[in-house]
């Protein structure tokens, strides 16, 4: 009960060879932990995520990833860049970097900023 939520970065957590495993572990801890935050820090951007040209192929990476990204809380999206590193920045190491609350923005359609 003391611990608020799971924190997945580092390491990629929507590539390909990890997307599913993250997808099923997230899934569980929506169903069995539903006040639980969960962060999601991933080196792509929502864009990337969400192509605004979708195709009829299905991608079951490109389902999974969706998924994790949209039952995620927050959302940490873009490659951290040394160069832009800003140690003054809450919550991201990079000022490209974007902390997005995914709740409000599902509801609203446009992206918006976790304060």
Known sequence: SYI????FSGGHPLEDENVET???????????FPNKDIW???G???????PAV???DFDIKRFYR????????VVVDGKYVEELR?????WKGS????VIDMGETIRKGEIVLYN
């Not at 608020?4 to 924190?7: A, E, F, L, P």
């Open 4 to 7: 608020q939520g799971i924190t």
């Open 22 to 32: 993250i997808y099923l572990l997230v899934k569980e801890i929506k169903e069995k």
């Open 40 to 42: 999601l820090y991933t």
């Open 44 to 50: 792509l951007t929502l864009e990337q995520i969400f």
């Open 54 to 56: 979708v195709t009829d």
């Open 66 to 73: 969706q998924m994790v990204t949209m039952m995620s809380d």
């Open 86 to 90: 800003d140690i003054t920045l809450k």
């Open 95 to 98: 000022s490209n970097q974007r």
